[in-house]
T-cell receptor
Framework: AQSVTQPDIHITVSEGASLELRCNYS??????LFWYVQSPGQGLQLLLK??????LVQGIKGFEAEFKRSQSSFNLRKPSVHWSDAAEYFC????????????FGDGTTLTVKP | DAGVIQSPRHEVTEMGQEVTLRCKPI?????LFWYRQTMMRGLELLIY????????DSGMPEDRFSAKMPNASFSTLKIQPSEPRDSAVYFC?????????????FGEGSRLTVL
């Protein structure tokens, strides 16, 4: 069975500082991996995804993530955080075209200090 | 495309009343998902459909919950009778089937409050 762990429930960073949000997954084959962001009162929006190729993927809003098979990780990074990045971030793993559902982590809430 | 459209955005009802939440997926998407989000339990998958057919309803909490997808452009999630513990934000999401890259497109959610 596939699973996703986001070890950090809440992270606070200062505006302009770098950010790394952790994500570990469990899945038997090559996973499809995603990061979503949810702003208050909104639905989830895709930041970036990985399913093959280059293990460093670029997303929207200046985010990137690196797939590390040996560590079963897919950590999200941003070199300089903006106040508007304050939101909840979800990592998810999907099993492929015929497998239907994705599995989401519990989310990490990001607070940005001025 | 207008994205996934959910209605109502907010619903306040009294315990025992019937609640119907509606979702219009993105045209051409083969999969539709209903999620529930609460502070206590996070994001939970309730049920999902493929080509209008329910595939996995193991996340539906109990018989008070039912979901239908009568056609490719419309789905409903019904709670009857509603209880205060059903208070949550309910999200609908859709995605492509063939040519899969996995991305889910979420609606803005329906916030349900049961008094």
């Amino acid at each position: 069975a596939q699973s996703v762990t986001q070890p950090d429930i809440h992270i606070t960073v200062s505006e302009g500082a770098s950010l790394e949000l952790r994500c570990n997954y469990s899945y038997g084959a090559t996973p499809y991996l995603f990061w979503y962001v949810q702003s208050p009162g909104q639905g989830l929006q895709l930041l970036l995804k990985y399913f093959s190729g280059d293990t460093l993927v670029q997303g929207i809003k200046g985010f990137e993530a690196e797939f590390k098979r040996s560590q079963s990780s897919f950590n999200l990074r941003k070199p300089s955080v903006h106040w508007s990045d304050a939101a909840e971030y979800f990592c998810a793993v999907g099993a492929g075209a015929n497998a239907g559902k994705s599995t989401f982590g519990d989310g990490t809430t990001l607070t940005v200090k001025p | 495309d207008a994205g996934v459209i959910q209605s109502p955005r907010h619903e306040v009802t009294e315990m025992g009343q019937e609640v119907t939440l509606r979702c219009k997926p993105i045209s051409g998407h083969d999969y539709l998902f209903w999620y529930r989000q609460t502070m206590m339990r996070g994001l939970e998958l309730l049920i999902y459909f493929n080509n209008n057919v329910p595939i996995d309803d193991s996340g539906m909490p109990e018989d008070r919950f039912s979901a239908k997808m009568p056609n490719a452009s419309f789905s409903t999630l019904k709670i009857q009778p509603s209880e205060p513990r059903d208070s949550a934000v309910y999200f609908c999401a859709s995605r492509e089937g063939q040519g899969y890259t996995g991305e889910l497109f979420f609606g803005e959610g329906s916030r349900l409050t049961v008094l």
